[in-house]
Structure formats: structure tokens, C-alpha cells
């Protein structure tokens, strides 16, 4: 029996402006603002109909969740960044005592 290993979902980027580009199976999806496109092989985007949205329900939903994890993912790093440990609770910390960190 053969697997595939390869996710269904993969996000591949993000730009500055909130754009998502994702794979999703073996097609590329855009969405811009709260239009999605499909990539074609030659790199042209093409709109997502209507008809495809209602037959398609989980390319929305993809993008939704994705966003979703990118926005909690990046909370998560600007937290730790902003974070500092004082020295008594890194010691704690080193020496096993803080049981809950």
C-alpha cells in the first residue's frame, strides 16, 4: 500500500498587503481581498466563479483557517519577542522548581 506523504493544504506565502497564496491539492489559489483565484500553469490568475464556490465550499474555508493560524502564529512570536523572564523565575526555571513553565 502507498501513501502519499504531501498535505492537502499548504500555505505558500503571504505579501504585505494580507494576500494568501496557497496550494491547495494540486492547484495554486490566490485570494485577494475576499476574491479567490485559481493560478493556471502559466502563471495568469483566474477568478473564481460562483458556481465553483458552491461546489467547492473547502477553498474558502482553507483560506479562512489559514488565516486564522497565521494571525494566532503571529501574536505567539511578537509575545515571546516582547516577553523578558526575570532572573528569579529562570532560575526557578533551571534548577526544576517551576513545575508549571
Known amino acids: 500500500m502507498t501513501t502519499s506523504t504531501q498535505k492537502f493544504s499548504e500555505f ?3 505579501d504585505d498587503e494580507g494576500n494568501i497564496r496557497m496550494r491547495l491539492g494540486h492547484s495554486t ?3 485577494k481581498g475576499r476574491h ?3 493560478v493556471n500553469k502559466d502563471g495568469s490568475e483566474q477568478l473564481i466563479t ?3 464556490h458552491a461546489a467547492k ?3 474558502r474555508e482553507n483560506f479562512e ?3 486564522a493560524f497565521q494571525q ?3 501574536m505567539a512570536i511578537r ?3 516582547s516577553l523578558t523572564r526575570s532572573y528569579p523565575k529562570s532560575f526557578k526555571r533551571a534548577k526544576g522548581s517551576l513545575f508549571w513553565a
Open 12 to 14: 505558500i506565502s503571504q
Open 29 to 31: 489559489y490566490f485570494e
Open 36 to 38: 479567490i483565484y485559481v
Open 50 to 52: 460562483l458556481e465553483v
Open 57 to 59: 465550499p473547502w477553498i
Open 65 to 67: 483557517r489559514e488565516r
Open 72 to 74: 494566532r502564529k503571529t
Open 79 to 81: 509575545l515571546q519577542k
